[in-house]
């Protein structure tokens, strides 16, 4: 199994620009979830889905952040302007159950805004 | 609001010493608590899942523990190795109206001296 794929792996843009971050989930996979980790915050869940289907996105700081799962396959998280405190590593997971199955994380996409 | 909080938060020992990272929660009402590595630059990798139900789980030189009524876990690392260095976080899954939620606590980094 390739494992939870994300990209792109690094990202560096300018303030105001739209980032958009990529996840393909660990195939059989029935949830996955958007997480944010930064040395002054930690580890941050944005939002997760489970079926596709959004269940908590209490996480997600602004309305400049969205998130969209059109299929099982894959996920988008999306920062619309962009902003310098926006930067940060952003981690995609996915397990098959959230009741009892372990998260299989992705690598992650470290993303820098100027 | 689910509160994760890890002791110590950094921890240098010497090779071969059996060594115990704490970590506490807030809210009992959870389906499961996960430990995670972390190395450098990379994403998290599952060491061990706890279901509420259980008390413990064992994976080679780990030992997890869970007592879900005083909110607490304990990982135990039996003949430490240099290669155990890296950061250690736990992870509890929400049960109720935050369903599939995850926290996480900010983690333990551990060294191992040769």
């Known amino acids: 199994d390739a494992g939870v794929i994300q990209s792109p792996r690094h990202e560096v843009t300018e303030m105001g620009q739209e980032v958009t971050l990529r996840c393909k989930p660990i195939?059989?996979?029935?949830?996955l979830f958007w997480y944010r980790q930064t040395m002054m915050r930690g580890l941050e869940l944005l939002i997760y889905f489970n079926n596709n289907v959004p269940i908590d996105d209490s996480g997600m700081p602004e309305d400049r952040f969205s998130a969209k799962m059109p299929n099982a396959s894959f996920s988008t998280l999306k920062i619309q302007p962009s902003e310098p405190r926006d930067s940060a590593v952003y981690f995609c997971a996915s397990c098959p159950n959230y009741s009892n199955q372990p998260q299989h994380f992705g690598d992650g996409t470290r993303l820098s805004i100027l | 609001k689910q509160e994760v909080t890890q002791i110590p938060a950094a921890l240098s020992v010497p090779e071969g010493e059996n060594l115990v990272l704490n970590c506490s929660f807030t809210d009992s009402a959870i389906y499961n608590l996960q430990w995670f590595r972390q190395d450098p630059g990379k994403g998290l990798t599952s060491l061990l899942l706890?279901?509420?139900?259980?008390r413990e789980q064992t994976s080679g030189r780990l030992n997890a523990s869970l007592d879900k009524s005083s909110g607490r876990s304990t990982l135990y690392i039996a003949a430490s190795q240099p290669g155990d260095s890296a950061t250690y976080l736990c992870a509890v899954t929400s049960r109720g109206t935050n369903a599939g939620k995850s926290t996480f606590g900010d983690g333990t980094t551990l060294t191992v001296k040769p």
């Open positions: 706890i279901q509420s139900s259980q």
């Open positions: 195939s059989g996979h029935n949830s």
